[in-house]
């Protein structure tokens, strides 16, 4: 069993950064994929950016290339989102997954784990 907590949300301007944590508990790291997705509201939960930890493989939607980067620290067992550049569609509760097989995807429904959400908001 894998429990995801996610943390860092809040509001910033456009052009703003935040950087969001999600802490996993058990051992994650090269034994999961691990993956961040958004929701806005009256929206479908997208895929933001995924990593495989055992080849060190990230992805990312199109729209948040060279803005965003998915990162971990197998020390502290937690995931972050660096989040650069923040445009107003950009605002979301994010979700940080976990998928109990070392390789990434980008479909939501692979995932196993997921956390409570953070809020991100960011206005114009």
């Known amino acids: 069993q894998v429990q995801l907590a996610e943390s860092g949300g809040g509001s910033v301007q456009a052009g703003g950064s935040l950087r969001l944590s999600c802490a996993a508990s058990?051992?994650?790291?090269?034994?999961?994929?691990m993956g961040w997705f958004r929701q806005a509201p009256g929206k479908e939960r997208e895929f933001v950016a995924a990593?495989?930890?055992?080849?060190?493989?990230?992805y990312y939607k199109d729209s948040v290339k060279g803005r965003f980067t998915i990162s971990g620290d197998n020390s502290k067992n937690t995931m972050y989102l660096s989040m650069n550049s923040l445009k107003p569609e950009d605002s979301a509760v994010y979700y940080c997954?976990?998928?109990?097989?070392?390789?990434?995807?980008?479909?939501?429904?692979?995932?196993?784990?997921w956390g409570q959400g953070t809020q991100v908001t960011v206005s114009s």
């Open positions: 990593i495989s930890w055992s080849v060190g493989l990230s």
């Open positions: 058990g051992r994650t790291f090269g034994s999961y994929a």
């Open positions: 997954a976990a998928r109990s097989d070392p390789i990434a995807t980008i479909e939501p429904e692979n995932f196993d784990y």
